[in-house]
């Protein structure tokens, strides 16, 4: 062998250890590569199944219009139509699965106020009041209906 | 004729062919076993990334500052308290130029208080001395070339084949190289995991057919969201690029965001 390359001996001892590097890593290689690596590009595939399967906090409007068809209705008629349930009533995929009264919220003025105070950077063709001259109470309610803007309760 | 063959060597002779042809096979179930160890189990599937292309599209026009998908991103993707951000919303104030200055405008003052969820403070200026004032929702750009993508050592962040821009959580090693990269600063270092978070579109949300938590709760539907490559009969995607003149956010970069915004001011960056 060392005489069918000719090769002395001390380069015959680098060419073996450089054998044995390249050969080990191949192994490791081997070994360690996960098995999606590769699949869509330069990353584990599966990273993406991984990251799809999380839990959901936010149910949807859909989730909401099986149990409060009614409401979801007058909704969607009115001015508020773009809103989402949960815009106003917070998170309901706990509410959704167990539905009780105590795992929503009943939002409140403040939730009202968080779109309508006026403010110079909204939009001018957003309806704004300015609340202490508007109303002293904190119950808009009493004149507005939420799930149907343009009525009067 | 003289048999040179001892029993020796043809025992093994027969000893390393037998190795050879068990070695195939037990490297493969040591591989398997080896990652199995290494790499939880696969998630379910159902979902093919390669039939999606999600984007999104702002409209700033109809923002109008609430911060509700501020919020709703933070309780979605459990982002941890304090200055972390998936999305958020920014107040822009452009005053108008003091008399003599020469100057077209004067100042942009730009602020985002937690995010804009808990309101905006009054603006730092009398009313009659703005300009334009308005609201600007940001979040991850979607780039086609993504910086942060580029820099990443060890793969872990990447660009899916749906058009999210996603971190593989067990492969980052929390080096902060990729938020430094980000042209946009849309991703941050979580306390909580130490490695690099960003915006995924919701994609625990999206794969199951619901839309992104901001784009869910957005009051005046300033977010748009959609899937180009299964547009719906009246996509809201494409009648956004129909009725505006959208632009992109730092164009000059070369980043090519696929977030188009509509009704944003030069001084946006």
């Known amino acids: ?57 936010y149910a949807g409007k859909k989730a909401c219009e099986e149990c409060h068809g009614d409401e979801y209705e007058k909704l969607v008629k009115h001015e508020h139509k ?16 167990d539905p009780r009264k105590d795992n929503i919220e009943k939002s409140s003025f403040a939730v009202c106020l968080r779109c309508h105070e006026a403010n110079p950077s909204r ?31 | 004729m003289k048999n040179n063959v001892s029993r020796r060597s043809v025992l093994a002779k027969i000893g390393a062919a037998v190795a050879g042809l068990l070695a195939t096979p037990v490297a493969k179930a ?28 702002i409209d700033a026009n109809r923002c109008i500052g609430c911060g509700f998908c501020a919020e709703a991103c933070k309780k979605e993707n459990h982002v941890p308290e304090g200055p972390y951000f998936r999305t958020w919303v920014e107040r822009y104030i452009i005053t108008k130029p003091k008399p003599g200055s020469g100057a077209a405008r004067g100042e942009t003052l730009v602020d985002s208080p937690n995010g804009g969820i808990n ?36 793969g872990a962040s990447f660009d899916a084949p749906d058009g999210t821009v996603l971190v593989d959580p ?41 839309k992104p938590a901001c784009v869910e709760v957005c009051p005046t539907q300033a977010r748009i969201f959609g899937d180009l490559k299964n547009p719906a009969p009246d996509d809201p995607i494409q009648q956004f690029y129909q009725n505006n003149l ?4 730092k164009p000059h970069l070369g980043t090519e965001p696929r977030v188009f915004y509509a009704g944003i001011d030069k001084e946006v960056r």
């Not at chain 1, 001259?133 to 343009?150: A, F, L």
């Not at chain 2, 591989?31 to 159902?46: E, H, I, M, N, Y």
């Not at chain 2, 959208?246 to 956010?249: F, M, N, W, Y």
């Open chain 1, 1 to 57: 062998m060392r005489r069918l390359f000719n090769m002395p001996p001390q380069v015959f001892r680098i060419f073996l250890l450089a054998i044995g590097i390249v050969a080990a890593y191949s192994v490791a290689r081997y070994f360690l590569t996960p098995p999606s690596f590769g699949e869509y590009g330069w990353y584990r595939g599966a990273a993406l199944a991984e990251l799809a399967t999380r839990d959901r906090v």
């Open chain 1, 82 to 97: 773009s809103l989402a349930c949960e815009s106003c009533h917070g998170p309901g995929e706990v509410h959704s699965g």
């Open chain 1, 123 to 153: 939009p001018k063709w957003h309806k704004q009041i300015v609340a202490k001259n508007h109303y002293t109470g904190s119950k808009c309610t009493e004149c507005h209906v939420p799930h149907s803007p343009s009525e009067v309760p």
């Open chain 2, 30 to 57: 040591a591989k398997t076993v080896t990652q199995k160890v290494l790499v939880a189990a696969d998630a379910p599937k159902g979902y093919d990334p390669t039939q999606h292309k999600w984007v999104m599209a």
């Open chain 2, 119 to 154: 309101g905006y403070p009054e603006a730092p200026v009398p009313k009659d001395e703005i300009q334009h004032s308005f609201f600007v929702p940001k979040l991850c750009n979607l780039c086609h070339h993504s910086p942060c993508v580029q820099v990443c050592p060890v």
């Open chain 2, 170 to 210: 067990s492969y980052c090693i929390g080096c902060g190289f990729c938020i430094q990269a980000c042209p946009y600063g849309c991703r941050f270092l979580s306390p909580v995991t130490k490695t690099a978070e960003k915006c995924t579109l919701c994609y625990h949300r999206i794969t199951r057919g619901l």
């Open chain 2, 246 to 249: 959208v632009t992109a956010l």
